[in-house]
């Protein structure tokens, strides 16, 4: 046999020796465990109220970040202030992945409700992404307490009276009624033409 | 981390590309290792030239223990790589012929396309062969091959797990097999070849 040969078989029979010792190496792509996704979803953490994201909007918080789930025509006809579009069918792009996976920013995601954000928040943790929450009541209660708060009751005690008139200014600060509704809400409203009245000569009187 | 093409790191015409390249290393090294000669071929089935054998489990062992250490360091991940199901008897029947093919006509189907393109006429035959055998193959195949090939299916078998031991003991297992047979064949060829006279083994064209 050639010295060539004689090394060949050496060096398979040596990367076989260390390879037999090494354990099987399998990549899962990583899943958290039904278990602990089950208790992650019943701890019920993952809200934030619509009070917390009308004070981080107004107070221009770094840290959270606004993602509408909805589609992308919905989110043209209203959304809120600063929100980032990531439709819902759209989530495992590698692109949006981006948003979801990482540990900077406080990820908020709201739809009309809450089921469809909540289905995304499941999705996104059970793939193991932290830092992602859900505004909780979506739109429609962002409509209902913070653009349209409700009137506390005579029986209301002072933290609701407080609340009222967070939500009240923080209406006022989001255009009021309906919101970002109109697509450019800086347009001008056309003011109605004064035509300036003739002034008649007097009728009567003294001549 | 690998492997490219299924994780969509490359196109695929850059799959493409990169397939005529290696496949370029793979006609270069089949006609290195003298494998579009004949007789060096049908040796193994003869006892008197074992070249295929060496460089066959050469290939494999080097190539299975490179991926397996490339899959333990991260640089592939091997759950990705494609291999098709397991359909054993199909398996066996076409093994059986294509050995059939391999000795009366000398070559197997990927050296015959080596060797008809250093331009041998028995190796072009042997091309057109092929093709013949696949057109009636698939002429027929309703009727007479459909229940045999879908009989026998095991699913994707990685023998490892099968065995249940971990994939390094079996590779393991397979080079011991591969090394034992290496000594077991040279020295098989050694005797075979003394038995000979000179003129014998100058008329078979062989060196070493």
């Not at chain 1, 949006?96 to 540990?103: A, E, G, M, R, V």
């Not at chain 2, 089949?30 to 054998?53: I, S």
Request: charged share 15%; net charge positive; proline share 5%.
């Amino acid at each position: 046999m050639k010295k060539l040969d004689k090394y060949i078989m050496g060096l398979l029979f040596v990367g076989a020796l260390i390879l037999a010792f090494l354990p099987n190496k399998r990549y899962a792509y990583h899943q958290i465990k039904s278990k602990d996704l089950l208790y992650k979803t019943n701890l019920n953490l993952r809200y934030y109220s619509t009070d917390d994201i009308a004070k981080a909007i107004i107070s221009k918080d770094p840290s959270i970040l606004l993602i509408d789930v909805r589609t992308p025509k919905e989110y043209a006809d209203f959304t809120l202030p600063g929100a980032i579009n990531v439709p819902y069918d759209s989530i495992t792009n590698t692109k949006n992945l981006s948003y979801f996976k990482q540990d900077v920013y406080n990820v908020v995601m709201f739809s009309n409700g809450s089921s469809l954000a909540d289905e995304v928040w499941l999705m996104l943790s059970r793939m193991g992404f932290e830092n992602n929450f859900v505004m909780k009541g979506g739109l429609n209660q962002w409509i209902e307490t913070i653009i349209r708060p409700p009137r506390p009751t005579n029986l209301a005690g002072q933290k609701e009276w407080e609340q009222y008139e967070f939500r009240k200014s923080a209406s006022a600060y989001f255009g009021g009624a309906g919101g970002q509704v109109n697509s450019n809400p800086t347009a001008p409203t056309p003011t109605p033409v004064v035509v300036p009245q003739k002034k008649t000569g007097s009728i009567g009187g003294c001549e | 981390m690998g492997p490219l093409f299924p994780q969509n790191i490359i196109t695929e015409p850059v799959n493409l590309l990169i397939a005529v390249l290696i496949g370029t290393g793979f006609g270069f090294a089949l006609e290195a290792a003298g494998f579009t000669n004949t007789r060096k071929l049908a040796g193994v089935f003869y006892g008197y030239d074992f070249v295929v054998l060496k460089v066959f489990f050469t290939a494999a062992m080097t190539a299975a223990i490179g991926l397996f250490f490339m899959n333990y360091f991260g640089l592939i991940d091997l759950q990705l790589i494609y291999y098709p199901s397991t359909y054993w008897l199909p398996t066996i029947v076409g093994g059986l012929i294509m050995a059939l093919g391999f000795i009366v006509g000398g070559f197997c189907p990927g050296t015959s396309f080596c060797a008809a393109s250093t331009g041998k006429i028995d190796a072009i035959t042997f091309v057109g062969g092929v093709f013949i055998g696949i057109i009636g193959y698939g002429l027929v195949y309703t009727p007479v091959f459909s229940k045999l090939r879908a009989s026998g299916k095991m699913g994707r078998v990685n023998i490892a797990e099968w065995l249940g031991i971990s994939d390094g003991l079996f590779i393991f297992i397979v080079t011991i097999i591969a090394l034992v047979a290496f000594v077991v064949v040279t020295k098989l060829q050694a005797k075979w070849n003394a038995k000979r006279s000179d003129e014998f083994l100058d008329d078979l064209g062989l060196d070493d």
